[in-house]
């Protein structure tokens, strides 16, 4: 990675706390992203709201274990121990499995006591009333570094309140990862779904499978989420109203149900179905996948495992297209709650404000994992995003440049083309959509009938919450 971060240091030069303040009177420019906001509250800034602010105590953090440890090994021992030198704050970072985030997420709540910062790795919508509003940190990073991406506006912002109930720490593309020779000796394409379902039994045949998880975890919610869109079956509309079960919609969840069974039951094993988010990384590791869909740590994990022949037969690519579009959510989107019984919220406040403000060394440690929330906080945006991994050394080079690509022009949030509402959140931690795929693939229901119980329960979801004003 020494290519890539010393490309990075030539390419922009680091916007420090000082360079921002000089820089705080200048005239406030309207941030077109924000969409639902008001013109009042994208008006004119004044200086930045932790000037010269004096701070103090203890600021714990709860975030994930990292997919890529060596990226928690300099957060923790260099960037937090800086930052929190430079600010008189002692940090106290807890990385735990990231499926036990939302459950200890809901332990704090109950007890109301815990963190100060705590991060989750889906948009955790359904404990906006626990958390305190970040509209102003938005705003205040947004003035100084340009408008954040529409994907992580579209996963913080309720357009009911008015607010963004979360602050947007990281997000990560979602590309396929593929096995380049194995696929071309079964003759498979991954350009579209279709080539995909025809090619997934050439592919079991010669020994490795492909690899698409129907269980109740992260990657699973995330794939099957992206398929749907694929094929235009939308769970929700712009106005974040439930519209799977109706025309356009139910027909293509019907069809990404019918092509998912197709795949499985042709080109899959029923390890699928009991998948947690790190199987299929070691399954694909382990040399018998050829197909899978995640986030670049399957393939970063190859090289360091000194495997050449593996890593350099490890080729990325973007979601495939389906008869709609091609679209695919973000597989990670990390984002900050600060609790309304946070102890130290002043240096929770200014501590997110200060990682994105100057972003690159999180993009370059996390070995392109971490893409920034507000593109401008690289200077130079997806330009040198994209020249930096195109310049990684690992063969073949530049595939890390499609992650630029899919940032881009195929990532969107959970809930696209709506927010990532409550709603949204409850059927994400409640595993609603691997469920229905799952029941489907394993012929114990119909896709039209899983299809109609899913809008059901989904129907009821949305009443509790707009009940409760946050849809």
């Known amino acids: 990675m020494a290519d890539a971060a010393d490309e990075i240091a030539r390419a922009s030069s680091a916007l420090t706390r000082s360079d921002l303040l000089r820089r705080g009177t200048v005239a406030a420019f309207t941030v077109s992203m924000f969409g639902g906001l008001t013109d009042r509250a994208l008006g004119v800034y004044g200086p930045l709201k932790f000037a010269k602010k004096e701070l103090s105590g203890e600021l714990r953090i709860m975030t994930w274990a990292h997919f890529v440890p060596d990226y928690d090994k300099w957060l923790d021992g260099t960037y937090a121990k800086q930052w929190g030198e430079a600010n008189d704050v002692e940090v106290k970072i807890d990385h735990i499995n990231n499926a036990l985030l939302y459950s200890t997420g809901a332990a704090e709540v109950a007890a109301q006591s815990g963190h100060d910062l705590f991060w989750f790795i889906s948009p955790p919508a359904t404990f906006q009333k626990q958390a305190i509003p970040v509209t102003d940190l938005v705003q205040e990073v947004s003035k100084k570094v340009g408008p954040m991406t529409r994907v992580s506006r579209k996963s913080t912002y309720n357009p009911r309140t008015k607010q963004f109930y979360g602050f947007p720490e990281s997000y990560a593309p979602d590309p396929v990862q593929y096995r380049r020779s194995q696929l071309q000796q079964a003759g498979v394409s991954l350009r579209t779904w279709d080539d995909l379902r025809q090619g997934a039994a050439k592919l079991k045949a010669i020994g490795h499978p492909v690899g698409l998880g129907m269980s109740n975890e992260i990657d699973s919610n995330m794939l ?248």
């Not at 869109?229 to 109706?246: D, K, R």
């Not at 399954?283 to 996948?289: N, T, Y």
């Not at 995640?294 to 190859?302: H, K, L, P």
């Not at 389906?322 to 695919?328: F, I, N, S």
Request: charged share 20%.
């Open 224 to 471: 099957l989420t992206s398929l749907l869109y694929c094929y235009g079956g939308y769970i929700q509309n712009e106005e974040n109203q439930i519209v799977i079960g109706q025309g356009s919609n139910r027909k293509g969840a019907i069809q990404a149900l019918q092509v998912m069974k197709e795949i499985y039951s042709s080109g899959m094993s029923d390890e699928v179905f009991a998948w947690t988010a790190a199987s299929n990384n070691q399954a694909f590791l382990a040399g018998r996948l050829s197909v899978a869909l995640n986030a670049i740590s399957i393939v970063r994990s190859a090289e360091d495992s000194g495997n050449q022949a593996l890593s350099d037969d490890t080729w990325l690519a973007s979601i495939p297209r389906g008869p709609v579009q091609r679209l695919g959510n973000e597989h990670v989107m990390g984002v900050y709650l600060i609790w309304k019984f946070a102890k130290n919220k002043e240096a929770a406040q200014k501590y997110a404000v200060d990682q994105m403000l100057s972003y690159q060394q999180h993009f370059v440690r996390s070995k392109f994992y971490n893409f920034p929330p507000w593109t401008g906080s690289i200077k130079g945006g997806f330009k040198t995003i994209r020249a930096v991994a195109t310049r990684d050394p690992h063969k073949p080079r530049g595939k890390y440049s499609i992650l630029t690509t899919i940032a881009e022009k195929y990532t969107t949030n959970p809930g696209h083309p709506g927010n990532t509402t409550p709603v949204m959140d409850e059927i994400y931690n409640t595993f609603l959509i691997p469920q229905m795929f799952a029941e489907v693939a394993q012929g114990k229901s119909s896709p039209a009938d899983a299809v109609g119980r899913f809008a059901s329960k989904a129907q009821a979801i949305y009443r509790k919450w707009h009940s409760q004003k946050l849809v």
